[in-house]
């Protein structure tokens, strides 16, 4: 018999500290002394339809809580707990949750759905619960079933799929789940929830149906519904039809070649015309396409051989058509502030980021259709056609070959720095990221390659410092620049020496930019370090070994002022700590630097005690704080 518990999940959400405390107490006393009857308790406030949604809320929160959580011991320790109670108050449970489905209020459906995916998630892998199938799909088929239920339904069956794995269902529970959603999706007298729900199911259930995608009529039958469902009058259903295109180009890209034509045409109309949730999905989908075909790829010139799938090749037959639809979305760049976050996803990012895996995967094809996108934007006086040139010529410099890619890099190279000095922020930001990716794939003088010739390695390092004093963005990228042009220069043996000469200056910009106070975090100061630590790494130790040194000395003076930093937050904790850690890893490779040669380790040596005595300070600190 459960309790009645609702006086204590209103008083836990109470704004006075007191009530809140006391009530919590209630609550975790009641949960200790008899888990079972707590959880039934819970279960039955959350199907209770004239208990109030405060109550019926924080009680399907907690009944979640009570069976899963991140960390894997938790985890185990509540699935173990779910285990030894009986089945009569499990069975209790599950039908209270299972009556919460027909709920009036969407928000107890949407968390019992969760909860019963939780119970699942335990149960179905051990063979118990097998009726919650049969239960679910007996929604979808009564005649006088409200929209209402169908809709929490088929959000369960999504959860559902996504809790288990696909050896956890029997063949005949497989294709009554995909029945159930595909129909869910496909017949007009539903709303527009109920097929949201469905289609999203089917995302989830797509991992479950091999045996469905072997079969040809079935496979059709999937397909058809799901291009239907992509030109949907509703955004939101035609993204989850995308999405499931997204998982069904990785799961069955060997049996998607019938459908190709017809995908293409989806894909571009989204791409051209759609709002830029449905058109990120359609990009998604040919970037897909370039995964599947790259590791293929891997597998044919690889040790492996052949990977046993067919390699269709469905980017080198659209690549015509595929090139100048992505170039197009890189001039629909976002006019955000220079120092708004630049992770943030767009359509311009999507469309480059699958122009490169483009790249990759066809090699040289891509450059003749890029450049002369590149060569009439480049100069144009709207930013936009400037950034986008640029990026595309960035985002082709991994895949084709040196000798296609060399004398255009060699060509553009000044062009790029000149670029450095744009009086456009989004301009010098791509223009360094292509810098960096010249510089990482074009600039290996140890395999006897690289586009920087001893005579512009002089400039390219001044528009680099020049540069790294500029927005937070793009001194950033400026960083990698420098990493991977220091990077090129490790084990070229008589070649190092031509980084040498601008190794103090390079050093003491890089510093300078690991204290700079003007980024919105310590994103830049991170990559300053982790640059810094490159180009020690990849310096000639016999002739830069006074400069480590001295920046041994600079950086455990910094080490040491870490020491006498105010501490009176959380926050501030947590900045010191990532501080000591980036300076920690600059001694650790000047240490690993100095010590690798007969020739400079007595200097290294020489500096041992003050090293340990302040990383012994260092990692002792946090203890004597908490004493």
Same mark, same amino acid.
């Given at each position: 018999?459960? !309790?009645?518990?609702?006086?204590?999940?209103?008083?836990?959400?109470?704004?006075?500290?007191?009530?809140?405390?006391?009530?919590?107490?209630?609550?975790?006393?009641?949960?200790?002394?008899?888990?079972?009857?707590?959880?039934?308790?819970?279960?039955?406030?959350?199907?209770?339809?004239?208990?109030?949604?405060?109550?019926?809320?924080?009680?399907?929160?907690?009944?979640?809580?009570?069976?899963?959580?991140?960390?894997?011991?938790?985890?185990?320790?509540?699935?173990?707990?779910?285990?030894?109670?009986?089945?009569?108050?499990?069975?209790?449970?599950?039908?209270?949750?299972?009556?919460?489905?027909?709920?009036?209020?969407?928000?107890?459906?949407?968390?019992?759905?969760?909860?019963?995916?939780?119970?699942?998630?335990?149960?179905?892998?051990?063979?118990?619960?097998?009726?919650?199938?049969?239960?679910?799909?007996?929604?979808?088929?009564?005649?006088?079933?409200?929209?209402?239920?169908?809709?929490?339904?088929?959000?369960?069956?999504?959860?559902?799929?996504?809790?288990?794995?696909?050896?956890?269902?029997?063949?005949?529970?497989?294709?009554?789940?995909?029945?159930?959603?595909?129909?869910?999706?496909?017949?007009?007298?539903?709303?527009?929830?109920?097929?949201?729900?469905?289609?999203?199911?089917?995302?989830?259930?797509?991992?479950?149906?091999?045996?469905?995608?072997?079969?040809? !009529?079935?496979?059709?039958?999937? !397909?058809?519904?799901?291009?239907?469902?992509?030109?949907?009058?509703?955004?939101?259903?035609?993204?989850?039809?995308?999405?499931?295109?997204?998982?069904?180009?990785?799961?069955?890209?060997?049996?998607?070649?019938?459908?190709?034509?017809?995908?293409?045409?989806?894909?571009?109309?989204?791409?051209?015309?759609?709002?830029?949730?449905?058109?990120?999905?359609?990009?998604?989908?040919?970037?897909?396409?370039?995964?599947?075909?790259?590791?293929?790829?891997?597998?044919?010139?690889?040790?492996?051989?052949?990977?046993?799938?067919?390699?269709?090749?469905?980017?080198?037959?659209?690549?015509?058509?595929?090139?100048?639809?992505?170039?197009?979305?890189?001039?629909?760049?976002?006019?955000?502030?220079?120092?708004?976050?630049?992770?943030?996803?767009?359509?311009?990012?999507?469309?480059?980021?699958?122009?490169?895996?483009?790249?990759?995967?066809?090699?040289?094809?891509?450059?003749?259709?890029?450049?002369?996108?590149?060569?009439?934007?480049?100069?144009?006086?709207?930013?936009?056609?400037?950034?986008?040139?640029?990026?595309?010529?960035?985002?082709?410099?991994?895949?084709?070959?040196?000798?296609?890619?060399?004398?255009?890099?060699?060509?553009?190279?000044?062009?790029?720095?000149?670029?450095?000095?744009?009086?456009?922020?989004?301009?010098?930001?791509?223009?360094?990221?292509?810098?960096?990716?010249?510089?990482?794939?074009?600039?290996?003088?140890?395999?006897?390659?690289?586009?920087?010739?001893?005579?512009?390695?002089?400039?390219?390092?001044?528009?680099?410092?020049?540069?790294?004093?500029?927005?937070?963005?793009?001194?950033?990228?400026?960083?990698?620049?420098?990493?991977?042009?220091?990077?090129?220069?490790?084990?070229?043996?008589?070649?190092?020496?031509?980084?040498?000469?601008?190794?103090?200056?390079?050093?003491?910009?890089?510093?300078?930019?690991?204290?700079?106070?003007?980024?919105?975090?310590?994103?830049?100061?991170?990559?300053?370090?982790?640059?810094?630590?490159?180009?020690?790494?990849?310096?000639?130790?016999?002739?830069?070994?006074?400069?480590?040194?001295?920046?041994?000395?600079?950086?455990?003076?910094?080490?040491?002022?870490?020491?006498?930093?105010?501490?009176?937050?959380?926050?501030?904790?947590?900045?010191?700590?990532?501080?000591?850690?980036?300076?920690?890893?600059?001694?650790?490779?000047?240490?690993?630097?100095?010590?690798?040669?007969?020739?400079?380790?007595?200097?290294?040596?020489?500096?041992?005690?003050?090293?340990?005595?302040?990383?012994?300070?260092?990692?002792?600190?946090?203890?004597?704080?908490?004493?």
């Amino acid at each position: 018999m459960a !309790m009645e518990i609702t006086q204590f999940l209103l008083a836990a959400q109470s704004p006075d500290a007191n009530i809140r405390t006391q009530a919590e107490a209630s609550l975790r006393q009641f949960q200790e002394q008899n888990l079972p009857l707590f959880l039934l308790s819970l279960s039955v406030e959350l199907a209770n339809n004239v208990k109030p949604l405060e109550s019926r809320r924080l009680a399907g929160i907690v009944l979640k809580n009570s069976l899963d959580a991140k960390d894997s011991v938790r985890k185990e320790h509540l699935v173990q707990q779910w285990m030894t109670i009986e089945i009569s108050i499990k069975s209790q449970i599950k039908d209270s949750l299972l009556r919460t489905l027909g709920s009036s209020a969407s928000e107890a459906r949407h968390t019992s759905s969760q909860v019963i995916a939780k119970v699942a998630s335990i149960e179905i892998p051990r063979k118990q619960w097998p009726e919650l199938i049969g239960s679910l799909l007996n929604n979808m088929t009564k005649q006088d079933s409200p929209a209402a239920l169908k809709q929490a339904t088929m959000e369960t069956l999504g959860y559902v799929c996504e809790a288990i794995s696909h050896q956890d269902l029997v063949q005949d529970e497989v294709n009554s789940v995909l029945t159930a959603v595909v129909q869910g999706m496909n017949l007009a007298e539903h709303s527009h929830e109920v097929r949201l729900a469905a289609t999203k199911a089917l995302y989830n259930a797509l991992d479950f149906a091999q045996t469905n995608f072997d079969n040809e !009529m079935e496979r059709n039958y999937i !397909m058809k519904v799901v291009c239907e469902t992509a030109i949907s009058k509703e955004a939101d259903i035609r993204q989850a039809a995308f999405e499931c295109l997204v998982s069904i180009a990785s799961t069955y890209y060997d049996v998607l070649e019938p459908y190709m034509q017809t995908l293409f045409q989806l894909t571009s109309n989204a791409v051209k015309g759609d709002e830029e949730s449905v058109a990120l999905q359609a990009i998604e989908f040919w970037s897909s396409i370039c995964d599947e075909e790259i590791e293929l790829q891997e597998y044919e010139t690889g040790e492996g051989g052949d990977s046993g799938s067919a390699h269709s090749r469905f980017i080198e037959k659209a690549l015509p058509y595929l090139v100048p639809l992505l170039l197009d979305t890189m001039l629909k760049q976002e006019d955000q502030d220079q120092d708004q976050d630049d992770s943030i996803w767009n359509i311009s990012m999507a469309g480059g980021t699958c122009l490169g895996l483009v790249a990759r995967t066809v090699g040289d094809s891509v450059v003749k259709l890029v450049m002369p996108f590149v060569e009439g934007n480049i100069l144009k006086p709207e930013w936009h056609c400037r950034e986008a040139a640029t990026c595309a010529f960035g985002s082709i410099l991994e895949g084709p070959s040196v000798e296609t890619l060399g004398p255009l890099v060699t060509n553009g190279l000044d062009f790029l720095l000149n670029a450095m000095r744009d009086e456009n922020n989004h301009v010098k930001d791509t223009t360094a990221w292509t810098l960096s990716r010249i510089f990482e794939f074009l600039h290996c003088p140890a395999s006897g390659f690289s586009v920087i010739s001893q005579e512009k390695l002089e400039r390219i390092v001044t528009v680099l410092l020049e540069s790294i004093i500029d927005a937070p963005n793009v001194a950033e990228k400026v960083c990698g620049a420098i990493y991977y042009l220091a990077q090129g220069y490790e084990d070229a043996g008589t070649s190092s020496s031509l980084l040498t000469q601008h190794i103090p200056r390079i050093i003491s910009e890089l510093l300078k930019t690991a204290e700079r106070t003007d980024g919105s975090d310590f994103k830049l100061r991170t990559s300053a370090y982790e640059t810094l630590n490159e180009v020690v790494r990849s310096s000639n130790v016999v002739e830069t070994s006074l400069i480590i040194l001295e920046l041994l000395k600079s950086i455990l003076h910094k080490l040491g002022q870490t020491l006498e930093l105010q501490i009176v937050s959380s926050d501030d904790r947590e900045k010191q700590g990532d501080l000591q850690a980036s300076l920690c890893a600059v001694i650790q490779v000047i240490i690993q630097k100095l010590g690798s040669t007969e020739e400079t380790k007595p200097s290294i040596l020489q500096a041992a005690d003050p090293i340990m005595f302040l990383f012994l300070r260092v990692f002792c600190l946090p203890q004597l704080y908490c004493a």
